[in-house]
């Protein structure tokens, strides 16, 4: 395959963060022990990752405008272009030392989905994907799996965390629903790999919510491309406004959609079920 110029520039700017996020990688292990803990010290990882993108970035595609985990909004004279940068998606699992994580960063342009690109450095996978170019694995053309039953399918999830329990019934009802249909249910703790694992594949569908324009903005430019369906939670097309992801093949994809809308009309019903005893 021939990288555009576009994607030589994103290429190289996750390929420098991923060197230092590889570093660090192998340092958490050891930080397990010390004063400040190992906290401070992913934040720290996060920070300086996200500061060689930006400075890559901008220097390449001088006023674009950034969306960013760490540093917020910096708005650009480039009204036209947005990037969506998550220096380190699976903070929660590089910080225990599980090697699920990457660098994630996607480029809107007038409003659409452009480019997408997520590295993981722990395993040297680098997923990227152009509209209308197709998506690729290090080279190796990305399709979604065939599989139409969810029996034998491997679907992912996020599960709020602590931190969210706001979220935690809906999700649990959720889950139990898809749990009585899908083969076999992940947690992986990385929107972004979770995206790309569908686009290659791998998985077979994927939802969640409570996530962010740079948790999913390049996958799911990945997704597309890799010939797959991605929505909300809810089969709309407002991921990116309100934060949900469900995702798969057509068929997986639909069936899912599905799963999650019973489950929270049963979630509605139940109230009304209690009043009537
Ligand atoms: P993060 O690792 O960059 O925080 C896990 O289900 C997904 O949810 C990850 O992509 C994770 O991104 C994202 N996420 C967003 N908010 C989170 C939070 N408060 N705690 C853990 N994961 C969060
Ligand atoms: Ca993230």
Redesign the pocket.
């Known amino acids: 395959m021939i990288r555009s110029a576009l994607m030589n520039v994103m290429t190289a700017a996750a390929l420098k963060a991923g060197r230092g996020l590889k570093r660090d990688f192998g340092e958490v292990e050891n930080l397990q022990v010390s004063v400040k803990g190992p906290g401070d010290f992913v934040s720290a990882a996060d920070k300086r990752a996200e500061k060689t993108v930006f400075e890559e970035l901008s220097r390449a595609r001088p006023g674009y405008g950034f969306l960013m985990?760490e540093g917020g909004r910096v708005e650009g004279s480039d009204k036209s272009h947005t990037w969506h940068i998550?220096p380190?998606?699976?903070?929660?699992?590089?910080l225990h030392g599980l090697p699920i994580?990457a660098i994630s960063i996607g480029l809107e342009r007038e409003g659409q989905l452009v480019a997408g690109l997520v590295y993981n450095p722990a395993t040297d996978d680098l997923y990227i994907a152009e509209r209308g170019q197709g998506a690729y694995l290090n080279n190796t053309r990305l399709r979604v799996a065939a599989r139409r039953d969810l029996a034998d399918a491997l679907i992912t999830c996020?599960?709020?965390?602590l931190?969210?329990a706001a979220g935690h019934a809906r999700f649990q009802s959720e889950l139990a629903n898809v749990m009585r249909h899908a083969g076999n249910v992940r947690?992986l703790?990385?929107?972004?790999l979770?995206m790309c694992f569908v686009a290659a594949g791998r998985c077979d569908g994927y939802w969640?919510r409570?996530?962010?324009t740079w948790?999913m903005a390049a996958g799911i430019v990945l997704l597309r491309e890799a010939g797959g369906f991605v929505t909300d939670a809810d089969g709309g097309g407002e991921m990116m406004a309100n934060g949900t992801i469900c995702c798969g093949n057509e068929s997986i994809h639909r069936r899912l959609l599905d799963l999650l809308r019973e489950a929270d009309m049963g979630r509605r019903a139940a109230p009304l079920k209690a009043a009537q005893l």
């Open positions: 985990e998550d380190l998606d699976g903070t929660t699992n590089f994580f996020g599960i709020p965390p931190n969210r947690r703790g990385s929107a972004a979770d969640e409570g996530i962010q948790d």
